[in-house]
């Protein structure tokens, strides 16, 4: 991913080679190279600028100590910053869950159709159960009695447990009688999966609102599939802007081999990415780790 940031910078610490220290000028040189490297990684314009500012305030700023070159000591500095936009500054308990006192602890899937909703909705009561919580699934998308067998058949794949719902019935009464049946059963987790649709549209924020406002969960995580690029962008503002998001998942990172979405969608959001997932398996989510990502961004 982004292999070309790490090529771009390498060329460029090899012709900063002979300067003493970092100036306006030959910093210039090399940020126009990191900015070319993420557009060609599909991060969007505006998350693009926000980082070469950042990179620019830090690198002028730093002292070019002992043997680093120049070129060596920006490349420093924008790898330290790709790991804090990435989340790095946020912590290690960025990417965890919260549980609410007293259960059940309600996380809310969010996102649009086909980015890995219903799957990562099974993956998360994998993971869940895994620690020992007693997990329930329900699906509010009425739109698609596809989508409902899909979630039944994920949550008894990874033996969670499933509350009906159908078509018929509107999605904040389904979420409200699921949290009712979770309350009665000790439920430590209820996970409300939710309509997607393959664009953004009006009616689905008001309807996902609606849900978040009767049920009010802990975690209401934004699903974005990492394919998607700089599309991300739109879609993480329309969903920040309806909901109170409180994290987002990347999926088919597996996938993607320029990372933009990654960027782009935490410079929207300012919300830590808490999971990426890996592959079209149930267990295929890792917890996601910023510096890693930033790692595996510079090569
Ligand atoms: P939804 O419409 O958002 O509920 O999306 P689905 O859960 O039905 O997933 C859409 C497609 O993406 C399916 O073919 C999944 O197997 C696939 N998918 C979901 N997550 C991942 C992932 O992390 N990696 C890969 N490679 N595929 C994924």
């Known amino acids: 991913m982004l292999d070309n940031l790490t090529q771009r910078l390498a060329k460029v610490v ?32 505006p998350a693009v600028r926000e980082f070469i500012a950042k990179v620019k305030e830090k690198a002028l700023g730093e002292e070019v100590i002992g043997s680093l070159s120049p070129g060596q000591a920006l490349v420093g500095v924008v790898q330290k910053e790709l790991a804090a936009l990435m989340g790095a500054d946020l912590g290690p308990e960025a990417s965890q869950l919260s549980f609410a006192q007293q259960p059940p602890a309600i996380i809310l899937m969010a996102g649009l159709q086909g980015v890995g909703k219903t799957t990562t909705t099974g993956k ?131 996938g993607d081999s320029r990372g933009g979405a990654a960027l782009s969608v935490r410079h929207v959001t300012g919300k830590p990415i808490k999971f990426a997932g890996v592959s079209e398996k149930l267990d295929g989510l890792e917890a996601f780790d910023p510096a890693r990502m930033a790692n595996r961004v510079l090569g």
């Open 124 to 254: 998360l009561a994998k993971y869940l159960k895994e620690q020992k919580k007693k997990v329930l699934t329900v699906s509010a998308d009425v739109y698609r009695p596809a989508a409902i067998a899909q979630l039944e058949s994920v949550t008894k794949q990874v033996g969670a447990d499933f509350f009906p719902s159908t078509a018929n019935d509107k999605p904040v009464d389904i979420a409200l009688a699921a949290l009712d049946w979770a309350k009665k059963h000790y439920h430590d987790v209820l996970i409300i999966d939710t309509a997607g649709r393959l664009a953004i549209d009006e009616a689905m924020m008001q309807e996902i609102a609606a849900v978040h406002a009767a049920v009010k969960p802990i975690e209401t995580l934004f699903v974005v599939d990492a394919m998607v690029g700089q599309d991300a962008i739109n879609t993480a503002k329309a969903f920040n802007e309806a909901l109170p998001l409180t994290g987002v998942i990347l999926t088919k990172l597996d």
């Open 14 to 45: 090899k012709t900063m080679r002979g300067e003493a220290r970092l100036t306006e000028s030959n910093t210039a040189e090399m940020l126009r190279e990191v900015r070319l490297a993420l557009l060609e990684a599909d991060v969007a314009l």
